[in-house]
């Protein structure tokens, strides 16, 4: 299958801080997706994005989809402490998701 | 809010007992899927399927067996339950629009520990 490479693996933060994390894939993607998880539950969608260059807001998010179609941004802006759990980018045409990123934000 | 529904949520049962783990989505997707999923790790996918009698194995190797006997629901059986297959059980669907349609909705997840 695709292989999906999502960096970093683990974010500290402190509160107030903006945060970037991305993916990247071995392959062309016609859409990419956001998740995001908190503990003890299953992934919600943040954000979709469907079109090479895309950037698209939802709140404190943007997202980004890169030109060459191989890869992916998400930043959130002015980090919460709700901000925490592990986010994860997923491209639909496998069902696979990256390994996600971990967040903490501490008050 | 999404439909789609698992349960158990928490399951604790000894070794060598077969188990079910149900899936139901009342949203009329075509599509649904099975992760594996340890404590702050990565989803690994067991299973999926495209609608009713399709199944198919995903990237993880897994002991489980699904079935698709009707669109909205989509248990994982294990046979024979083993401590290694303790892990938090993940069921999604989605829609027909492209290979996700435009987004997959996740359950809360079954919690199983064999001991």
């Known amino acids: 299958g695709q292989q999906l490479n999502q960096s970093p693996q683990s974010m500290f933060i402190q509160e107030g801080e903006d945060v970037s994390m991305n993916c990247t894939s071995s392959?062309?993607?016609?859409?990419w997706l956001w998740y995001k998880q908190e503990p003890g539950e299953g992934p919600v969608l943040l954000i979709a994005?469907?079109?090479?260059?895309e950037l698209t807001s939802n709140g404190r998010l943007t997202a980004q989809f890169g030109i060459t179609r191989k890869d992916s941004f998400l930043n959130i802006s002015a980090s919460i402490p709700s901000d925490v759990g592990i986010y994860f980018c997923?491209?639909?045409?496998?069902?696979?998701f990256g390994a996600g990123t971990r967040l903490t934000v501490k008050p | 809010e999404a439909d789609i529904y698992q349960t158990p949520r928490y399951l604790v049962i000894g070794t060598g007992k077969k188990i079910t783990l149900e899936c139901s989505q009342t949203?009329?997707?075509?599509?649904m899927y099975w992760y594996q999923q340890d404590p702050g790790m990565e989803l690994h996918l067991i299973h999926y399927?495209?609608?009713?009698?399709?199944?198919e194995k995903g990237d993880l190797s897994s002991e489980s067996t699904v079935s698709r006997i009707r669109t909205e629901h989509f248990p994982l059986t294990l046979e024979s339950a083993r401590p290694s297959h303790t892990s938090q059980y993940l069921c999604?669907?989605?829609?027909?629009?492209?290979?996700?349609?435009?987004?997959?909705?996740f359950g809360q997840g079954t919690r199983l520990t064999v001991v």
């Open positions: 949203m009329g997707h075509d599509k």
């Open positions: 392959s062309i993607f016609n859409t």
């Open positions: 999604a669907s989605s829609g027909l629009q492209g290979a996700w349609g435009t987004e997959a909705f």
């Open positions: 399927s495209y609608g009713v009698n399709s199944t």
């Open positions: 994005l469907y079109k090479a260059g």
């Open positions: 997923a491209g639909p045409d496998d069902m696979r």
